[in-house]
Protein backbone atom coordinates (compact mmCIF):
# COMPACT_ATOMS: atom_id res chain seq x y z
CA UNK A 1 0.00 0.00 0.00
CA UNK A 2 2.61 2.27 0.83
CA UNK A 3 4.31 2.23 -2.56
CA UNK A 4 1.16 2.04 -4.67
CA UNK A 5 0.19 5.89 -2.57
CA UNK A 6 3.21 6.86 -4.00
CA UNK A 7 2.85 5.54 -7.34
CA UNK A 8 -0.34 7.45 -7.42
CA UNK A 9 1.24 10.87 -6.32
CA UNK A 10 3.72 10.33 -8.88
CA UNK A 11 1.34 9.91 -11.45
CA UNK A 12 -1.31 12.45 -10.31
CA UNK A 13 1.61 14.93 -10.61
CA UNK A 14 1.76 14.22 -14.32
CA UNK A 15 5.28 14.24 -14.35
CA UNK A 16 7.80 11.48 -14.30
CA UNK A 17 9.11 9.57 -11.56
CA UNK A 18 13.40 10.31 -10.75
CA UNK A 19 14.17 7.18 -13.06
CA UNK A 20 17.22 5.83 -13.27
CA UNK A 21 19.83 6.08 -16.07
CA UNK A 22 20.02 3.82 -18.01
CA UNK A 23 16.55 3.86 -18.66
CA UNK A 24 15.75 -0.31 -19.30
CA UNK A 25 12.78 -0.56 -21.32
CA UNK A 26 10.57 -3.80 -20.41
CA UNK A 27 8.80 -6.24 -22.86
CA UNK A 28 5.11 -5.07 -23.64
CA UNK A 29 5.32 -2.33 -20.68
CA UNK A 30 4.25 1.04 -21.60
CA UNK A 31 6.67 3.72 -20.44
CA UNK A 32 4.34 5.24 -18.07
CA UNK A 33 4.13 2.15 -16.27
CA UNK A 34 7.63 1.55 -15.86
CA UNK A 35 8.72 5.14 -15.26
CA UNK A 36 5.36 7.41 -14.17
CA UNK A 37 6.24 9.46 -17.24
CA UNK A 38 3.05 11.06 -18.79
CA UNK A 39 3.44 14.15 -19.82
CA UNK A 40 1.02 17.05 -21.07
CA UNK A 41 3.69 17.62 -23.91
CA UNK A 42 4.06 15.91 -27.08
CA UNK A 43 7.09 13.39 -27.32
CA UNK A 44 8.99 14.89 -30.14
CA UNK A 45 12.25 17.14 -30.90
CA UNK A 46 11.76 20.29 -29.20
CA UNK A 47 13.14 23.60 -31.25
CA UNK A 48 13.28 26.80 -29.85
CA UNK A 49 12.96 30.13 -30.82
CA UNK A 50 15.22 33.24 -30.53
CA UNK A 51 13.66 33.77 -27.22
CA UNK A 52 14.34 30.30 -26.07
CA UNK A 53 10.90 29.34 -26.16
CA UNK A 54 9.38 25.68 -26.88
CA UNK A 55 8.09 24.55 -29.68
CA UNK A 56 6.99 20.54 -30.52
CA UNK A 57 5.85 19.82 -33.35
CA UNK A 58 2.75 16.90 -32.80
CA UNK A 59 3.04 12.92 -33.31
CA UNK A 60 1.74 9.82 -32.13
CA UNK A 61 2.57 6.42 -32.64
CA UNK A 62 1.64 7.13 -36.45
CA UNK A 63 4.73 7.75 -38.61
CA UNK A 64 2.43 9.71 -40.70
CA UNK A 65 0.13 12.35 -38.53
CA UNK A 66 0.74 15.49 -37.04
CA UNK A 67 -1.60 18.56 -36.99
CA UNK A 68 -0.70 21.54 -34.46
CA UNK A 69 2.83 22.73 -32.40
CA UNK A 70 2.69 22.55 -28.22
CA UNK A 71 4.07 25.76 -27.41
CA UNK A 72 5.39 26.70 -24.03
CA UNK A 73 4.05 29.78 -22.55
CA UNK A 74 3.93 30.73 -19.07
CA UNK A 75 4.28 27.23 -18.02
CA UNK A 76 1.63 26.30 -20.09
CA UNK A 77 1.22 23.89 -23.18
CA UNK A 78 -0.18 25.88 -26.02
CA UNK A 79 -1.83 23.77 -29.47
CA UNK A 80 -1.36 26.06 -32.69
CA UNK A 81 -2.78 24.51 -35.12
CA UNK A 82 -0.98 24.65 -38.55
CA UNK A 83 -2.94 21.53 -40.40
CA UNK A 84 -6.14 24.01 -41.44
CA UNK A 85 -3.83 26.58 -43.39
CA UNK A 86 -2.44 23.38 -45.49
CA UNK A 87 -6.02 22.38 -46.02
CA UNK A 88 -6.81 25.92 -47.45
CA UNK A 89 -3.95 26.37 -49.32
CA UNK A 90 -4.64 22.55 -50.96
CA UNK A 91 -8.66 21.75 -51.19
CA UNK A 92 -7.52 18.38 -52.08
CA UNK A 93 -5.71 17.84 -48.87
CA UNK A 94 -6.17 14.16 -47.74
CA UNK A 95 -3.34 13.43 -45.23
CA UNK A 96 0.41 14.65 -44.22
CA UNK A 97 2.90 11.83 -45.62
CA UNK A 98 5.48 10.77 -43.10
CA UNK A 99 5.30 13.85 -41.10
CA UNK A 100 5.33 12.43 -37.64
CA UNK A 101 9.50 12.50 -37.82
CA UNK A 102 10.19 10.17 -41.28
CA UNK A 103 10.88 13.43 -42.77
CA UNK A 104 11.44 16.87 -41.09
CA UNK A 105 9.74 17.50 -38.44
CA UNK A 106 10.78 20.32 -36.42
CA UNK A 107 10.18 23.99 -36.62
CA UNK A 108 13.34 26.29 -37.28
CA UNK A 109 13.37 29.85 -36.29
CA UNK A 110 15.59 32.81 -37.81
CA UNK A 111 16.94 35.51 -35.12
CA UNK A 112 13.81 37.85 -36.17
CA UNK A 113 11.65 34.47 -34.51
CA UNK A 114 10.34 33.88 -38.03
CA UNK A 115 9.31 30.13 -38.37
CA UNK A 116 9.60 27.45 -40.94
CA UNK A 117 8.42 23.93 -40.93
CA UNK A 118 8.60 21.30 -43.69
CA UNK A 119 6.30 19.00 -44.89
CA UNK A 120 5.08 16.51 -47.55
CA UNK A 121 0.91 15.82 -48.02
CA UNK A 122 -0.67 13.64 -50.00
CA UNK A 123 -3.51 14.81 -51.98
CA UNK A 124 -6.77 13.01 -53.33
CA UNK A 125 -5.51 10.65 -56.47
CA UNK A 126 -2.14 9.67 -54.79
CA UNK A 127 0.22 13.15 -55.67
CA UNK A 128 2.08 14.12 -53.46
CA UNK A 129 3.20 18.16 -52.63
CA UNK A 130 6.33 19.31 -50.47
CA UNK A 131 5.17 22.58 -48.82
CA UNK A 132 7.62 24.82 -46.63
CA UNK A 133 5.22 26.59 -43.65
CA UNK A 134 5.86 29.97 -42.67
CA UNK A 135 4.85 32.02 -39.16
CA UNK A 136 5.95 35.63 -38.40
CA UNK A 137 3.62 35.36 -35.22
CA UNK A 138 5.12 32.28 -33.19
CA UNK A 139 3.01 29.78 -34.82
CA UNK A 140 -0.51 31.85 -34.34
CA UNK A 141 -1.29 31.99 -37.96
CA UNK A 142 0.55 30.15 -41.47
CA UNK A 143 1.67 30.56 -44.38
CA UNK A 144 1.41 28.10 -46.96
CA UNK A 145 4.66 27.89 -49.68
CA UNK A 146 5.18 25.20 -52.40
CA UNK A 147 8.61 24.03 -52.80
CA UNK A 148 8.23 21.01 -55.25
CA UNK A 149 6.00 18.01 -56.01
CA UNK A 150 8.05 15.11 -55.10
CA UNK A 151 11.35 14.70 -53.69
CA UNK A 152 12.49 14.87 -49.68
CA UNK A 153 13.56 17.91 -48.29
CA UNK A 154 16.19 18.75 -45.52
CA UNK A 155 16.50 22.03 -43.82
CA UNK A 156 19.05 23.24 -41.76
CA UNK A 157 18.38 23.56 -37.88
CA UNK A 158 19.78 25.23 -34.58
CA UNK A 159 22.67 22.66 -33.19
CA UNK A 160 24.78 25.44 -31.19
CA UNK A 161 26.42 27.68 -33.35
CA UNK A 162 24.79 28.59 -36.65
CA UNK A 163 23.18 31.56 -37.17
CA UNK A 164 20.44 32.17 -39.46
CA UNK A 165 19.24 35.79 -39.66
CA UNK A 166 16.96 34.67 -42.41
CA UNK A 167 15.20 31.54 -44.02
CA UNK A 168 17.13 28.46 -43.12
CA UNK A 169 18.84 26.67 -46.33
CA UNK A 170 16.74 23.65 -47.52
CA UNK A 171 18.31 20.77 -49.57
CA UNK A 172 16.51 18.64 -51.84
CA UNK A 173 16.88 14.77 -53.29
CA UNK A 174 14.21 13.42 -56.34
CA UNK A 175 14.76 9.81 -56.56
CA UNK A 176 16.53 9.14 -60.30
CA UNK A 177 15.35 6.73 -62.59
CA UNK A 178 18.62 4.52 -62.50
CA UNK A 179 18.84 1.56 -59.59
CA UNK A 180 22.52 0.89 -58.20
CA UNK A 181 23.16 -2.96 -57.62
CA UNK A 182 24.08 -1.95 -53.91
CA UNK A 183 20.94 -2.64 -51.83
CA UNK A 184 21.57 0.57 -50.22
CA UNK A 185 22.25 2.84 -52.57
CA UNK A 186 19.89 4.72 -55.40
CA UNK A 187 21.16 7.51 -57.36
CA UNK A 188 18.98 10.70 -56.43
CA UNK A 189 19.25 14.13 -58.13
CA UNK A 190 20.32 16.94 -55.34
CA UNK A 191 19.50 20.34 -55.07
CA UNK A 192 19.35 23.30 -53.28
CA UNK A 193 17.28 26.07 -52.14
CA UNK A 194 18.09 29.50 -50.24
CA UNK A 195 14.83 31.33 -49.43
CA UNK A 196 14.80 34.93 -48.63
CA UNK A 197 12.63 37.51 -47.42
CA UNK A 198 11.79 40.63 -49.46
CA UNK A 199 9.79 43.34 -48.38
CA UNK A 200 8.41 41.32 -45.43
CA UNK A 201 7.31 38.83 -47.40
CA UNK A 202 8.94 34.56 -47.96
CA UNK A 203 10.11 34.35 -51.33
CA UNK A 204 10.81 30.80 -52.89
CA UNK A 205 12.65 30.16 -55.66
CA UNK A 206 12.62 27.09 -57.55
CA UNK A 207 15.05 24.07 -56.62
CA UNK A 208 15.63 23.65 -60.57
CA UNK A 209 17.82 26.52 -60.73
CA UNK A 210 19.74 25.16 -58.05
CA UNK A 211 20.91 21.77 -59.41
CA UNK A 212 24.13 19.99 -57.44
CA UNK A 213 25.27 16.78 -58.83
CA UNK A 214 23.17 13.80 -59.64
CA UNK A 215 25.05 11.34 -57.16
CA UNK A 216 23.78 11.59 -53.96
CA UNK A 217 22.82 8.82 -51.83
CA UNK A 218 20.42 10.13 -49.49
CA UNK A 219 18.64 12.87 -47.34
CA UNK A 220 17.11 10.51 -45.03
CA UNK A 221 16.48 11.68 -41.75
CA UNK A 222 13.79 9.51 -39.92
CA UNK A 223 17.11 7.97 -37.06
CA UNK A 224 19.60 10.47 -35.84
CA UNK A 225 18.08 13.64 -37.64
CA UNK A 226 21.16 15.75 -37.82
CA UNK A 227 21.69 18.79 -39.40
CA UNK A 228 23.22 18.75 -43.40
CA UNK A 229 23.72 22.74 -43.15
CA UNK A 230 25.58 25.19 -40.69
CA UNK A 231 25.50 29.07 -41.67
CA UNK A 232 27.38 31.93 -40.46
CA UNK A 233 28.60 35.45 -41.81
CA UNK A 234 27.08 34.71 -44.86
CA UNK A 235 28.18 31.15 -45.23
CA UNK A 236 26.53 27.92 -45.99
CA UNK A 237 28.40 24.66 -45.47
CA UNK A 238 26.79 21.91 -46.21
CA UNK A 239 27.77 18.17 -46.25
CA UNK A 240 26.27 14.76 -47.81
CA UNK A 241 27.68 11.44 -49.45
CA UNK A 242 27.34 9.78 -53.34
CA UNK A 243 27.29 6.41 -54.71
CA UNK A 244 30.65 6.03 -56.13
CA UNK A 245 32.15 2.68 -58.39
CA UNK A 246 35.39 3.44 -57.13
CA UNK A 247 37.53 0.97 -55.15
CA UNK A 248 37.57 3.04 -51.84
CA UNK A 249 37.29 2.06 -48.36
CA UNK A 250 33.81 3.80 -47.76
CA UNK A 251 30.84 6.58 -48.90
CA UNK A 252 32.19 9.22 -49.94
CA UNK A 253 31.59 12.35 -48.07
CA UNK A 254 31.64 16.08 -48.52
CA UNK A 255 31.32 19.24 -48.04
CA UNK A 256 30.78 22.08 -49.94
CA UNK A 257 29.90 26.03 -49.43
CA UNK A 258 27.15 27.90 -50.69
CA UNK A 259 28.31 31.83 -50.71
CA UNK A 260 24.76 34.08 -50.06
CA UNK A 261 26.55 37.04 -51.49
CA UNK A 262 26.94 35.51 -55.12
CA UNK A 263 23.98 32.50 -54.31
CA UNK A 264 26.62 29.77 -56.01
CA UNK A 265 28.03 26.67 -54.57
CA UNK A 266 31.77 26.50 -54.52
CA UNK A 267 34.41 23.16 -55.05
CA UNK A 268 33.21 19.73 -53.23
CA UNK A 269 35.50 19.07 -51.14
CA UNK A 270 35.82 15.20 -49.97
CA UNK A 271 36.48 15.19 -45.98
CA UNK A 272 36.19 11.06 -45.37
CA UNK A 273 35.13 8.30 -46.32
CA UNK A 274 32.31 6.23 -44.32
CA UNK A 275 32.29 2.73 -44.60
CA UNK A 276 30.52 0.44 -45.86
CA UNK A 277 30.64 1.65 -49.38
CA UNK A 278 26.97 2.87 -51.48
CA UNK A 279 25.08 2.80 -47.74
CA UNK A 280 22.63 5.09 -47.33
CA UNK A 281 22.46 4.83 -43.52
CA UNK A 282 26.16 6.78 -43.52
CA UNK A 283 24.43 10.67 -43.44
CA UNK A 284 26.91 12.43 -41.89
CA UNK A 285 26.16 15.26 -39.39
CA UNK A 286 28.37 18.81 -39.62
CA UNK A 287 28.47 21.40 -36.76
CA UNK A 288 30.34 24.96 -36.31
CA UNK A 289 32.09 25.90 -33.17
CA UNK A 290 32.18 29.43 -31.43
CA UNK A 291 35.24 30.00 -33.42
CA UNK A 292 33.67 28.97 -36.45
CA UNK A 293 35.33 25.69 -37.45
CA UNK A 294 33.57 22.64 -39.03
CA UNK A 295 32.87 19.29 -37.24
CA UNK A 296 31.70 16.26 -39.62
CA UNK A 297 30.66 12.78 -38.10
CA UNK A 298 30.31 10.33 -40.39
CA UNK A 299 27.38 7.63 -40.48
CA UNK A 300 28.06 3.97 -40.62
CA UNK A 301 26.49 1.00 -40.99
CA UNK A 302 27.10 -2.96 -40.47
CA UNK A 303 28.66 -2.54 -37.54
CA UNK A 304 30.79 -0.42 -38.61
CA UNK A 305 31.83 3.49 -36.95
CA UNK A 306 31.63 6.61 -37.30
CA UNK A 307 34.26 9.02 -38.49
CA UNK A 308 35.29 12.57 -37.04
CA UNK A 309 36.82 15.49 -39.04
CA UNK A 310 37.33 18.92 -38.24
CA UNK A 311 38.12 22.03 -40.72
CA UNK A 312 41.57 23.62 -40.45
CA UNK A 313 40.12 27.12 -40.63
CA UNK A 314 37.25 29.11 -39.40
CA UNK A 315 34.06 29.10 -41.93
CA UNK A 316 36.33 27.82 -44.59
CA UNK A 317 35.45 24.52 -45.63
CA UNK A 318 38.65 24.72 -48.48
CA UNK A 319 42.09 25.36 -46.12
CA UNK A 320 42.11 21.84 -45.24
CA UNK A 321 40.33 18.95 -42.97
CA UNK A 322 42.05 17.38 -40.25
CA UNK A 323 42.72 13.04 -40.97
CA UNK A 324 39.52 11.82 -39.97
CA UNK A 325 39.97 9.39 -36.80
CA UNK A 326 37.53 6.58 -35.43
CA UNK A 327 34.99 8.05 -32.73
CA UNK A 328 34.78 4.79 -30.83
CA UNK A 329 36.58 1.91 -33.13
CA UNK A 330 36.22 -1.10 -30.78
CA UNK A 331 33.96 -3.50 -29.03
CA UNK A 332 31.78 -4.83 -31.88
CA UNK A 333 32.46 -7.25 -35.08
CA UNK A 334 31.39 -5.57 -37.87
CA UNK A 335 29.62 -7.73 -41.18
CA UNK A 336 32.85 -7.28 -42.80
CA UNK A 337 34.67 -9.30 -40.00
CA UNK A 338 36.34 -6.43 -38.65
CA UNK A 339 36.55 -5.20 -35.19
CA UNK A 340 34.66 -1.64 -35.32
CA UNK A 341 32.52 0.32 -33.11
CA UNK A 342 29.00 -0.62 -34.07
CA UNK A 343 27.74 2.71 -34.73
CA UNK A 344 24.80 3.77 -36.79
CA UNK A 345 22.51 7.07 -36.94
CA UNK A 346 24.45 10.75 -36.13
CA UNK A 347 23.26 12.64 -33.87
CA UNK A 348 24.87 16.01 -33.30
CA UNK A 349 25.05 19.28 -31.76
CA UNK A 350 28.17 21.21 -30.11
CA UNK A 351 27.24 23.44 -27.09
CA UNK A 352 28.66 26.71 -26.12
CA UNK A 353 32.23 25.59 -24.47
CA UNK A 354 32.77 24.01 -27.81
CA UNK A 355 32.26 20.52 -26.77
CA UNK A 356 30.27 17.99 -29.25
CA UNK A 357 27.59 15.56 -28.28
CA UNK A 358 26.52 12.73 -29.79
CA UNK A 359 23.77 10.05 -29.62
CA UNK A 360 23.40 7.22 -31.47
CA UNK A 361 22.44 3.90 -32.00
CA UNK A 362 25.14 1.45 -30.54
CA UNK A 363 25.31 -2.40 -31.46
CA UNK A 364 26.84 -3.97 -28.20
CA UNK A 365 27.43 -8.06 -27.28
CA UNK A 366 25.79 -9.42 -24.21
CA UNK A 367 26.99 -7.68 -20.73
CA UNK A 368 26.11 -6.91 -17.27
CA UNK A 369 23.29 -3.65 -18.49
CA UNK A 370 21.29 -6.23 -20.73
CA UNK A 371 20.92 -10.04 -21.39
CA UNK A 372 20.14 -10.15 -25.02
CA UNK A 373 18.54 -13.99 -25.29
CA UNK A 374 17.90 -15.43 -27.26
CA UNK A 375 20.06 -12.94 -29.27
CA UNK A 376 23.95 -12.85 -28.33
CA UNK A 377 24.18 -8.96 -28.47
CA UNK A 378 21.67 -5.73 -28.61
CA UNK A 379 21.56 -2.39 -29.48
CA UNK A 380 21.06 0.56 -27.23
CA UNK A 381 20.87 4.29 -27.42
CA UNK A 382 24.30 5.30 -26.58
CA UNK A 383 25.72 8.93 -25.77
CA UNK A 384 29.68 10.29 -26.14
CA UNK A 385 31.23 13.55 -26.09
CA UNK A 386 34.32 15.29 -27.33
CA UNK A 387 35.26 18.17 -25.20
CA UNK A 388 37.33 20.86 -27.38
CA UNK A 389 40.88 19.94 -27.30
CA UNK A 390 39.81 16.65 -26.05
CA UNK A 391 39.70 12.49 -26.99
CA UNK A 392 35.94 11.09 -27.73
CA UNK A 393 34.66 9.83 -24.44
CA UNK A 394 33.21 6.35 -23.89
CA UNK A 395 29.78 5.43 -25.23
CA UNK A 396 27.78 5.24 -22.73
CA UNK A 397 24.03 3.66 -23.04
CA UNK A 398 21.03 5.86 -22.34
CA UNK A 399 18.46 3.20 -23.37
CA UNK A 400 18.34 -0.72 -23.07
CA UNK A 401 15.94 -1.90 -25.26
CA UNK A 402 12.85 -4.42 -24.52
CA UNK A 403 14.27 -7.32 -26.43
CA UNK A 404 17.77 -8.16 -28.25
CA UNK A 405 18.40 -8.52 -31.43
CA UNK A 406 17.16 -5.97 -33.75
CA UNK A 407 15.99 -2.44 -32.40
CA UNK A 408 15.95 1.16 -33.27
CA UNK A 409 14.94 4.32 -31.28
CA UNK A 410 14.13 7.04 -34.40
CA UNK A 411 16.27 9.57 -32.32
CA UNK A 412 16.81 12.94 -32.54
CA UNK A 413 19.21 15.42 -30.68
CA UNK A 414 18.43 19.27 -30.05
CA UNK A 415 20.27 22.25 -27.82
CA UNK A 416 18.88 24.78 -26.63
CA UNK A 417 20.29 28.25 -26.07
CA UNK A 418 21.15 27.40 -22.44
CA UNK A 419 23.23 24.29 -23.44
CA UNK A 420 20.81 22.69 -22.30
CA UNK A 421 20.23 19.15 -24.10
CA UNK A 422 17.03 17.03 -25.40
CA UNK A 423 17.02 14.17 -26.82
CA UNK A 424 13.40 12.81 -28.42
CA UNK A 425 13.12 9.03 -28.77
CA UNK A 426 10.86 6.20 -29.48
CA UNK A 427 11.02 2.36 -29.57
CA UNK A 428 10.71 -0.24 -32.50
CA UNK A 429 11.68 -3.97 -32.95
CA UNK A 430 10.89 -7.11 -35.12
CA UNK A 431 8.08 -8.35 -32.28
CA UNK A 432 6.66 -5.40 -32.17
CA UNK A 433 6.69 -4.59 -35.67
CA UNK A 434 4.86 -8.10 -36.09
CA UNK A 435 2.34 -7.21 -33.49
CA UNK A 436 1.21 -4.40 -34.67
CA UNK A 437 -2.63 -3.74 -35.96
CA UNK A 438 -1.76 -0.90 -38.50
CA UNK A 439 1.14 -0.53 -41.06
CA UNK A 440 1.77 2.63 -40.33
CA UNK A 441 2.23 2.16 -36.64
CA UNK A 442 6.66 2.94 -35.52
CA UNK A 443 7.16 5.03 -32.88
CA UNK A 444 6.26 3.23 -29.38
CA UNK A 445 7.28 4.48 -26.24
CA UNK A 446 7.85 8.30 -27.35
CA UNK A 447 10.16 9.95 -24.68
CA UNK A 448 12.00 12.90 -24.42
CA UNK A 449 14.82 13.12 -22.05
CA UNK A 450 17.22 15.52 -21.08
CA UNK A 451 20.66 17.05 -19.54
CA UNK A 452 21.33 20.06 -17.70
CA UNK A 453 24.62 19.30 -17.22
CA UNK A 454 26.27 18.85 -20.71
CA UNK A 455 25.38 15.16 -20.42
CA UNK A 456 27.09 14.30 -17.11
CA UNK A 457 23.34 13.27 -15.98
CA UNK A 458 20.35 12.51 -17.46
CA UNK A 459 16.42 12.94 -16.37
CA UNK A 460 12.66 12.17 -18.55
CA UNK A 461 12.00 16.27 -19.68
CA UNK A 462 9.02 17.56 -17.68
CA UNK A 463 7.40 20.51 -18.47
CA UNK A 464 9.80 22.86 -15.86
CA UNK A 465 12.86 21.40 -18.36
CA UNK A 466 11.87 23.34 -21.15
CA UNK A 467 11.52 26.76 -19.90
CA UNK A 468 14.02 29.43 -19.25
CA UNK A 469 16.22 28.49 -16.62
CA UNK A 470 15.78 31.21 -13.93
CA UNK A 471 17.73 34.10 -13.33
CA UNK A 472 20.50 33.90 -10.83
CA UNK A 473 20.07 34.58 -7.13
CA UNK A 474 20.91 38.23 -6.28
CA UNK A 475 24.36 38.28 -4.25
CA UNK A 476 23.59 39.41 -0.54
CA UNK A 477 24.75 42.60 0.35
CA UNK A 478 27.95 43.23 1.83
CA UNK A 479 27.37 44.03 5.33
CA UNK A 480 30.24 43.19 7.09
CA UNK A 481 33.14 43.99 4.69
CA UNK A 482 33.68 40.58 4.15
CA UNK A 483 32.15 40.70 0.44
CA UNK A 484 29.24 38.32 -0.68
CA UNK A 485 30.84 34.78 -0.56
CA UNK A 486 30.03 31.85 1.23
CA UNK A 487 32.03 28.92 2.17
CA UNK A 488 30.36 25.63 -0.19
CA UNK A 489 29.30 27.94 -3.16
CA UNK A 490 19.00 0.68 -40.18
CA UNK A 491 17.95 0.65 -44.32
CA UNK A 492 16.51 3.47 -45.78
CA UNK A 493 17.01 6.00 -47.33
CA UNK A 494 14.56 9.44 -48.61
CA UNK A 495 10.93 7.20 -49.16
CA UNK A 496 11.63 7.05 -45.33
CA UNK A 497 11.53 3.47 -44.93
CA UNK A 498 14.14 2.11 -41.87
CA UNK A 499 15.31 -0.76 -43.21
CA UNK A 500 13.85 -3.10 -40.19
CA UNK A 501 14.25 -5.74 -42.14
CA UNK A 502 16.04 -9.37 -40.53
CA UNK A 503 19.85 -8.90 -40.83
CA UNK A 504 20.36 -5.40 -41.36
CA UNK A 505 23.18 -4.45 -39.25
CA UNK A 506 23.94 -7.50 -37.54
CA UNK A 507 26.22 -10.55 -38.74
CA UNK A 508 23.46 -11.88 -40.39
CA UNK A 509 24.01 -9.29 -43.36
CA UNK A 510 21.94 -6.67 -45.24
CA UNK A 511 18.43 -6.90 -45.47
CA UNK A 512 16.05 -5.28 -48.69
CA UNK A 513 14.63 -2.00 -48.72
CA UNK A 514 10.74 -1.44 -49.34
CA UNK A 515 9.41 0.11 -52.68
CA UNK A 516 9.00 3.79 -53.56
CA UNK A 517 5.57 4.84 -52.40
CA UNK A 518 3.68 6.66 -55.39
CA UNK A 519 4.60 9.91 -55.95
CA UNK A 520 8.22 10.03 -53.82
CA UNK A 521 11.40 9.06 -54.69
CA UNK A 522 13.55 6.45 -52.27
CA UNK A 523 14.36 2.42 -51.40
CA UNK A 524 14.40 0.00 -49.05
CA UNK A 525 16.05 0.74 -42.65
CA UNK A 526 13.13 -2.74 -15.83
CA UNK A 527 14.63 -0.09 -14.60
CA UNK A 528 13.00 0.88 -10.95
CA UNK A 529 11.63 4.07 -10.09
CA UNK A 530 12.79 6.53 -7.12
CA UNK A 531 9.16 7.57 -5.68
CA UNK A 532 8.45 9.49 -2.72
CA UNK A 533 5.43 9.68 -0.27
CA UNK A 534 4.13 7.20 1.84
CA UNK A 535 0.69 5.82 4.10
CA UNK A 536 -1.63 8.23 1.61
CA UNK A 537 -5.30 8.49 3.18
CA UNK A 538 -8.05 6.02 1.24
CA UNK A 539 -10.10 9.61 0.10
CA UNK A 540 -6.48 10.95 -2.22
CA UNK A 541 -6.06 6.87 -3.28
CA UNK A 542 -9.44 6.97 -4.52
CA UNK A 543 -9.61 10.02 -6.25
CA UNK A 544 -5.61 9.47 -7.45
CA UNK A 545 -7.19 6.65 -9.68
CA UNK A 546 -10.01 8.34 -10.70
CA UNK A 547 -7.62 11.32 -11.84
CA UNK A 548 -5.20 8.19 -13.35
CA UNK A 549 -8.14 7.01 -15.35
CA UNK A 550 -9.00 11.02 -16.89
CA UNK A 551 -5.26 11.11 -18.17
CA UNK A 552 -5.05 7.71 -19.61
CA UNK A 553 -8.37 8.65 -21.79
CA UNK A 554 -6.28 11.58 -22.35
CA UNK A 555 -3.22 9.83 -23.05
CA UNK A 556 -4.70 7.31 -25.26
CA UNK A 557 -5.63 10.24 -27.76
CA UNK A 558 -2.33 10.82 -29.65
CA UNK A 559 -1.39 14.47 -30.62
CA UNK A 560 -2.64 13.64 -34.40
CA UNK A 561 -4.14 15.28 -37.20
CA UNK A 562 -8.10 15.92 -36.02
Known sequence: MPLLGAAVLCLLAGEAAAAEFPLALQPNTEVDELFGYAPEYTQNVPSFDADNRAYIRSRGVDIHETSFFHVLEDGVWHERDFIEAVKAAYPDFERVHQGAGRFAERVVFDTENRAYSILNIALRGGAHRNVLLFSQDQGRSWEVHHLSNGG??????????????????????????????????????????????????????????????????????????????????????????????????????????????TGTVGPHELVAYAPPKNNSH?????????????????????????????????????????????????????????????????????????????????????????????????????????????????????VLPERGHYSNYYHKLAIDREDRLFLSLSYFDWTLDENKADPDEAYWRRMVVMSRDGGDTWKL??????????????????????????????????????????????????????????????????????????????GLLVLGFGLIARRRRRQSRPYLAR
Open 152 to 261: VFAMEHFVGHNELEGPPFLLLSRRSAGDHPDPWASYHEFYFVQPRIENGQLVVPSYTENHINDDLISLGQHSGGSTFSVTRDGKTHFAWVEVTDANVPGTPTYVATYDHA
Open 461 to 538: AETEDFADPPPPEPEPEDTDGTGGDTAGDDGEDDDGNDGATRGEDTSAGQGTGDADAPGLEGTGDGCGCTVRGHHQPW
Open 282 to 398: NRPGIVMDSEGHLHVVTGSHHGQNFYYTRSLAPNDAYAGWTEPEAVWGTGWTAVSGEERGGQTYVGLVCDQDDTLHLVFRHWRSGDALFNPAPANYYAALAYQRKPKGEPWSTPRPL
